[in-house]
């Protein structure tokens, strides 16, 4: 008992400890935040783009796109820069607020005269060569047509060396801590002529997010550093060009407004009248919209060089800022979104500059971290509080209602306010926790359930067993005290009957005589406490409580006497057929009421679920006087008072070895239909009767009384014959006092 007990206890601890080991290493790993984690989240909010993208506001941004149209019309890219100058001269002429190159421009025209004198064969006319060098230098065609416009050139930022680094036009402020010591520098960068940049009114980085390991653009740097200095990206550039301002500003941590608690991160980047929010890194989300919803977007390159078309491209490129670059496949400038498209690289920065002017942001705040690692900790909490107080199906529910709130929560606060909180992690520990939990749960119940049959399966009924399995707890830690009703069953004669049979007889005799008593006391809820040779020892009440224990022991009691009656006249031991000379089998049964203690007695290694104390004893020693009254089912006055609505007659008082006052025993002679039966209230009536006769040593009135009952229950004779010894006692003890 002590063993199970122990283990109902333990289980749930076992099952919290394990748990919360779950739970502390589920957050613990979130607090580390490993790639695959990031790779997880980020992959949640592109589901977030994909079922909500950001609606389209119209913005001042178009994309001049050299498209497979453009190529096929004009020619092979790279085009003349005369080509790129007069597109420059166009879009000045029509308006446009800024002119922005998603490309760089490293190397000279191969087309310009210059380049091809230097590629002409040596014996060439000297002719041809002055004729080349009289011509106007495409570069400086380009150089001329920048220098009059808004344009923005771009470089890219490269791990492979190269000869220089870009010009800084834009001038920078900061507050707090400069960006140059906490930004991860670049230290090589693919940069546009010298004469471009010197004409240019604005140069930036057109890389996008280097974190983007999958090659889906989620994030694009608007800052940039060398170590030495900060850069602005393409789009921070077209912005302040569009607006006419000289420089940005950017905020970090240590600045008046800024804590510097923590990392040291950008806050704020202010560009003119925009004041995008970055990521610690000086990134920005970026939230897309179907790039092939919105092809008012895009103008077609080729249509600038044509006359005709210009007059119906000025309210397209009046005010805007147009962004040049190509969708042209063979280029390579095809990038993966979010909304699981494929778009041109020019439309990633265009869209950037459109969330920006629109006011449409993404953002995960810093404290988005501690938020996402105190609700992994906290659901998990919650579940594993829940899980002893309301079940695992009460817990499951909780545990669903709890990742439907985190989750609903985080695409609420997308939609509504653009922040990027992730539910997905905190939910699958919430799951991994109770999953964990409920295996954990299962096992040692399971376990439980297969050491409580083991250890039940011999004392209990089948019925009772599964309930002690359903509800373990039942069970009382070591020995308790609690009433019971204990049961002694003695097979009468058996010495005789033990010399006329072999021992592979005596054991069938006692297996088919005992077996069937035995179910008869586990019908009734008894527990089978040990067999002793011939005899029985059963009780009620232990381990799973009955509160009717006595009314069942005297069922169970009065069935035990029915089924030897019907075993005998089936001749079911044989006796008979084989003419024995004990033919019919006979036992006496004991029942007494009582507190006793009830447990595992034993060793560490063997033991045995039994009952000790005095109430044993006396039911011990009430079945032992059964011969001697003359019934075959004897029950003590604790039982009578405990189970009334049976048929009994009182023995009157008996001595039992070992206790020094007679005790008062009583016959049960049936269940409650014999009681209430016209025959036995008269027969009781004659009982009391005599009982009264002999209390007033009435002898005649005994006499006539015992006759009487005699004769309404020849059955009862051997039970009336100790009445007769008693009577002949009164007769002689008066005789001697006459």
Known sequence: MRRIVKTLFSRRIQVAMVACLVLGVMTGLRAAEPDFLTNLRELTFDYYQRYTPRPHQPAPIRIVDIDEASIAEIGQWPWPRTRLAELVRTLTDLGAAAIVFDMVFSEPDRTSPSQLITALDPGAPPELKRLLQGLPDNDRHFADAIASAPVVLGFAVTPDPTDGLPLKLAGTSFAGEDPVNFLAPFSHAVTNLERFQEKASGIGSFNVSADDKEGIVRRIPLIVSDGNEIYPSLVTEALRVAQGEKGIVIRATGSSNESATGAAAVTAIKIGALRPPTTAKGELWLYYNADDRHPERYVSARRLFDPEQLEGLLPAIEGQIVFVGTSAVGLRDIRATPLGEQVPGVSIHAQAAEQIISGQFLSRPDWTFGLEVLATFAAGAILILALPVIGSIGTAVLGAALVGGLVGGSVYLFRVDGLLIDPVYPSLSAVLVFTASTALLYFLSDREKRFVRQAFSQYLSPELVTQLEKAPEQLALGGEIRPMTILFMDIRGFT????????????????????????????????????????????????????????????????????????????????????????TVQIGIGLNSGEACVGNMGSARRFNYSVIG??????????????????????????????????????????LKGKSEPIKLFALMGDGTLRQSAAFETLSACHEQLLDALREKDTVAAARALAEAKALAPAMTPFYDRFDDHLSALSSAADSAA
């Open 496 to 583: 005789p009957i033990s010399e006329q049979l072999t021992p592979e007889e005596l054991v069938s005799f006692l297996n088919t005589l005992l077996s069937p008593l035995s179910d008869a006391i586990q019908a009734e809820g008894g527990t089978i406490d040990k067999y002793i040779g011939d005899s029985i020892m059963a009780f009620w009440n232990a381990p799973l409580p009955v509160p009717d224990h006595a009314e069942k022991a005297c069922r169970a009691s009065l069935a035990m006497l029915k089924l030897v009656d019907r075993l005998n006249e089936e001749d079911a031991f044989g006796f008979k057929a084989r003419n024995l000379k004990t033919q």
């Open 614 to 655: 005095d109430a044993v004893n006396v039911a011990s020693r009430i079945e032992s006087s059964c011969k001697a009254v003359g019934a075959n089912l004897l029950v003590s006055e604790e039982t009578r008072a405990a189970a009334p609505d049976f048929a009994y007659l009182e023995a009157g008082e008996i001595p």
